[in-house]
């Protein structure tokens, strides 16, 4: 979904580069910006029919606009102070710096945009969506798409939860992570076991948002990966939905991704039955649609311990396709939702976020996140509530 903006500024050349830098950028498929450096012509279209989504802009357009008593839509001041930081500190609006780095700009502008609405008038907020992200084989790639998924909900307006539970946190490999003194993951599972079902020693439910840090790059929440290997080892089957139920209840997310270990894992199989929706990622290879099958038949049997339902709640993608996978025998349970293309490049020494910037990757996972996310929380891609 595009968020539809208005930017009103008295100095045409401002907006040429802006505008330049838009639509060469990953943004252009987020933002559409209508431009105006002359005040008649910006009150004569916001005096219309199509009200954008947002308006920014110069101190003198903001008032004037204001005046006519047309302010339903979000808006910012553009400050040219510098002293003031991007945020919520006019009545009814917000700052935003005028001159700053072009990427922080428009995340600004992005983010003062209603599109959140949408998704708060579809669904209760406290209406979270689980999704788990897990794999019968190794090297499926399962992080590579977890975290790509991550940031174009992100894109889309969502608040995202990326969550990592492998024992040793693969995400470290492909983003670099910033610095942050938030006390994390291992902390918080302190916190939880400590507390107890009868919440000994009175700590209190946990603000999640304390143990937490915010990934810009990828425009959601994490935690920072976990130094201490053996914490991992340790956390069991009831540590992991003790944790997926604080992140759901807090009501702070739309959407929380999963990311899992080795699928007989205990945190694996709490995944599991908790989440609301498995997506399957499956190489590009007999081995790894043979042990999705196994693993499948076995979730199906009686003597699993497994609720029988989870089959229904699985989706499935198969990642570093090349066209021969048309090729492969399916089975009737195991149908590919989608699949996603191998990249040469990633095969360079240092890839990194190369992961997270290749568009025929990316174009795959925006058409997986609207099939799996849309029926979910309906609005999210199409802005119509159902």
Request: glycine share 10%; net charge negative; hydrophobic share 40%.
């Amino acid at each position: 979904m595009t968020a539809r903006i208005v930017l009103a500024v008295r100095e045409s050349q401002y907006i040429e580069p802006l505008l330049h830098y838009l639509h060469h950028s990953e943004y252009a498929e987020m933002l559409r910006i209508t431009a105006f450096s002359r005040l008649d012509a910006f009150m004569e279209f916001m005096t219309g029919d199509e009200l954008p989504d947002a308006v920014a802009g110069d101190p003198s357009f903001i008032e004037a606009w204001l005046v006519e008593g047309r302010s339903t839509v979000p808006w910012a001041v553009l400050s040219e102070g510098g002293e003031l930081p991007n945020g919520r500190d006019l009545a009814g609006g917000r700052h935003i710096a005028k001159y700053q780095a072009l990427p922080s700009l428009l995340e600004a502008i992005l983010q003062l945009s209603d599109l959140k609405r949408v998704r708060t008038t579809a669904l209760p907020k406290e209406a979270t969506l689980l999704l788990g992200i897990v794999s019968a084989s190794g090297g499926s790639g399962k992080t590579t798409v977890a975290l790509n998924m991550a940031k174009q909900l992100g894109a889309v307006g969502l608040s995202v939860f990326y969550l990592n539970l492998e024992s040793v946190d693969s995400s470290g490999f492909i983003l670099r992570m910033p610095g942050s003194h938030v006390p994390g993951l291992e902390r918080l599972l302190y916190e939880l076991k400590a507390g107890g079902p009868e919440n000994k020693g009175g700590r209190g439910e946990p603000k999640w948002t304390d143990y937490a840090f915010r990934h810009d790059s990828l425009r959601c929440d994490a935690f920072r990966p976990v130094e201490n290997f053996k914490e991992m080892l340790q956390m069991s089957r009831q540590d992991t939905l003790d944790l997926l139920e604080g992140l759901a209840g807090a009501g702070s997310y739309d959407v929380v991704i999963v990311d899992t270990g080795a699928i007989e894992e205990e945190r694996a199989q709490a995944v599991l039955n908790r989440c609301g929706v498995l997506l399957w990622v499956l190489k590009n290879d007999q081995a790894s649609i043979r042990k999705t099958e196994r693993w499948l038949d076995y979730i199906a049997s009686p003597h699993s311990g497994m609720q029988p339902e989870l089959v229904n709640r699985s989706r499935f993608v198969m990642n570093g396709c090349t066209g021969a996978e048309n090729d492969r025998p399916l089975s009737a349970v195991l149908r590919l939702d989608t699949v996603l293309p191998y990249i040469p490049s990633w095969g360079l020494q240092h890839y990194g976020e190369l992961c997270l910037s290749s568009p025929l990757y990316i174009d795959g996972i925006q058409q997986l996140s609207r099939a799996i996310v849309e029926p979910e929380l309906p609005g999210v891609f199409t802005g119509i509530p159902v």
